[in-house]
């Protein structure tokens, strides 16, 4: 037998207190506190797994990166769906951080709609960010994909081209990294290891911002040294 409504069964899942026929409003209240309660539980643990495997290849990744953007190079960020509004995040939080931060160059490559259009009609949706690399990239430059699957055929693309061109690659993914784990393309390739796409791109939200900051450390570990 197939299931008819696919989306109210994923909501279904997610929200089991909206379909259960609870008709006391108290039961109901306490089941949606505790759903919250153990989605925080959750996502607190899977960011503290995340940086128990990743925290010294965290440094190593900003440390490169400190280095890129000293040499004059730029980050160029992309992403599919959701995971495209945490790249132009990404690249927001570089260009213009908040409050004494330093803003570094970088640009989001879905930003510019016209050009993303054009691609994906004219030649194809799997080249759309390996050829904006291709026309923007330059050796010294940085290139940051971000992905809940790891099997994005743009990304793909997007990481084999920024490679071939001398571009500092970053990877961020979910699940068991999917292909992205398997290319030899990628210098610092980041897993969130779960099965849910939203602690997913929570916890990928998390190391982003810590990899932020550790860069702008890293940039200022390297001005220290300049100093007779």
Known sequence: MTREHPVTD?????????????????AVLDQVEQSTVDKVHEIVALRGDVLAA????LFACAQ??????????????FGNGGSSTDAQDLASLFLSPAGDAKPLPAFGLTNDIA???????????DVVFARQIGAFGRPGDIAVGLSTS???????????????RGLVTVGIAGYD????????????????????VHRIQEAQTTLYHALWELTLGALDDLAKGDQP
Not at 20 to 26: N, P, Q, T
Not at 150 to 164: H, I, K, T
């Open 64 to 77: 490169d990166l400190a280095r890129a953007f000293r040499g004059g190079g730029r980050l160029l960020a």
């Open 54 to 57: 990743d925290r010294d290849r």
């Open 150 to 164: 790891g099997n994005s055929a743009n990304l793909v693309r997007a990481f084999d081209e920024a490679a071939r």
């Open 10 to 26: 994923g909501l279904e899942a997610l929200y089991p207190f909206l379909y259960s026929g609870e008709s006391d409003l108290d």
């Open 115 to 125: 050009v993303v259009t054009a691609l994906s009609n004219d030649i194809g949706f």
């Open 177 to 196: 990294g999917g292909k992205m784990a398997e290319l030899d393309s990628i210098d610092h390739l980041f897993v969130v290891p779960s099965p849910s």
